[in-house]
């Protein structure tokens, strides 16, 4: 098949798997619809740039890579998609089994936790101490970038995680009494996300927040001006993007990059710096050229998993990570990585490809998909730390662009932070057990039993 053909059939896949979304109630069809948009820009997207234009590699734009540019496009994108079309149409058939389950079962209501006093109160805790974290990685210059392999400060870090999960609660879960205090609310967190989304040259934060507003949406029930609104937000979150990062460099990096840039369409400029982010096609390469197995075997896989859910301090020695080993292993085997320490995105069909071949792709895929139906639950949970996870999900990046071992290592991370949220739950919910004000304590006389057996008043 041509490439051409091969990005046609991973659209209609796409098209197929939105359909089936809308079919499906309540959150679940929220991630389905971003799912298939995100990869459309990786899969889609980038490839229809690429065979259009034909760009030529130059040092900064990752857009064209070279072992497509140098041996032809169409030739060798459509042997790199063929995994990717086997990937996106047994996910396709996964969603419309499952819509056509979820079509007869009950609405759900509202989740559980909206009715708990402290909840809200929590998350704005959270976010606080999230903010903080972020005030002094900033002030202490230990902000990680998109693909470090490590950060300076792995405590701060952490703690702002914590912002990103209280910022998805807060615009999922908060409901002010006035719709003018709403809208100031849930604008006040976006406009935060973006610049945070900016400071750390990761699409995912904005991508989350945006996210967030469409499922309140979803469990508020939509109607034709919150969809409208979503949609504008997601435009706006990727134009505002790459103009707010125009502000991070020099002129004459900006001089260079327009340099480079000129060998795209007018039309296609704008979306550039947020189509760089979306690099799956990248990892499809890597895939295609490593080839299946001889990577991990399926006992290194599972104990991989396994490891990354528990603390490395209680390990006592340094976790897999799958994003660098990618980096290393997978691309390394056909691009030159010596000079080069990043953690890359692999995907689930990818990291499948790799791993088992085709059985594996079935394998990755499912998982992905089991994935989300979990976060879909426990969105609902009456149990604090798994409604933090599912959060957390919420605002990252595994059910899009990693596989299962990056996703396991997303859940481990997340334990821990479901861990430190639900300390600072219970610390809210006694602080204002206190400072509830108690009912004035009723001085009842005793009854005391007199001589004769008979009940009196003392």
Do not use: C
Not at 148 to 175: C, E
Request: glycine content about 8%.
């Amino acid at each position: 098949m041509s490439a051409a053909t091969d990005i046609a059939l991973i659209a209609v896949a796409l098209i197929v798997i939105v359909f089936a979304a809308l079919r499906i109630p309540g959150v679940a069809r929220v991630f389905l619809i971003a799912q298939a948009a995100f990869w459309s820009l990786s899969y889609v997207a980038r490839p229809v740039v690429l065979l259009i234009v034909q760009p030529q590699t130059h040092y900064g734009d990752n857009v064209p890579d070279p072992r497509l540019a140098d041996l032809g496009y169409d030739r060798v994108m459509s042997l790199v998609l063929d995994h990717v079309v086997f990937g996106l149409w047994v996910y396709a058939g996964l969603v419309v089994a499952y819509a056509l389950w979820a079509r007869r079962q009950p609405m759900r209501p509202e989740p559980a936790l909206t009715a708990n006093a402290d909840f809200v109160p929590a998350l704005a805790t959270m976010y606080v101490v999230g903010l903080l974290g972020r005030g002094a990685s900033m002030a202490t210059g230990s902000v990680g970038q998109a693909g470090d392999v490590g950060v300076a400060n792995p405590i701060l870090s952490f703690v702002t995680i914590l912002a990103t999960i209280a910022a998805m609660g807060l615009i999922i879960f908060l409901r002010p009494a006035r719709q003018q205090t709403t809208v100031l609310v849930l604008g006040g967190l976006l406009a935060v996300e973006l610049m945070w989304t900016v400071v750390v040259e990761s699409k995912t934060p904005i991508l989350g927040a945006a996210m967030a507003v469409a499922v309140r949406f979803a469990i508020l029930g939509w109607n034709r001006t919150k969809a409208y609104g979503v949609g504008a937000i997601g435009i706006v979150g990727i134009l505002g993007f790459g103009w707010l990062q125009s502000f991070k460099i020099t002129e004459f990096a900006k001089s260079e990059a327009a340099l480079t840039d000129s060998q795209y369409p007018a039309l296609v400029r704008p979306f550039l710096s947020i189509l760089r982010r979306f690099d799956l096609l990248e990892a499809a390469t890597d895939a295609y050229f490593h080839g299946p197995d001889y990577w991990l075997t399926s006992t290194e896989v599972l104990r991989h998993g396994t490891f990354s859910l528990i603390p490395g301090q209680l390990l006592g020695t340094q976790k897999f990570q799958s994003g660098v080993a990618w980096a290393n292993d997978i691309r390394g085997a056909s691009v030159d990585m010596s000079q080069v320490s990043v953690s890359l995105a692999e995907g689930n069909v990818n990291e499948g490809y790799v791993i088992g071949g085709y059985p594996g792709v079935v394998l990755g895929v499912a998982f992905t998909f089991l994935l989300l139906l979990a976060w879909a639950k426990s969105l609902y949970s009456r149990y604090f730390p798994l409604v933090i996870l599912a959060l957390a999900m919420t605002g990252s990046s595994a059910l899009f662009e990693r596989g299962f071992l990056g996703s396991m290592e997303n859940l481990g991370k997340f334990l821990q932070a479901a861990v430190l949220a639900w300390l600072i739950y219970l610390a809210v919910k006694e602080f204002r057990r206190r400072a509830k004000p108690q009912p004035p304590a009723i001085d009842v006389p005793a009854l005391s039993v007199g001589k004769r057996g008979s009940a009196q008043w003392d």
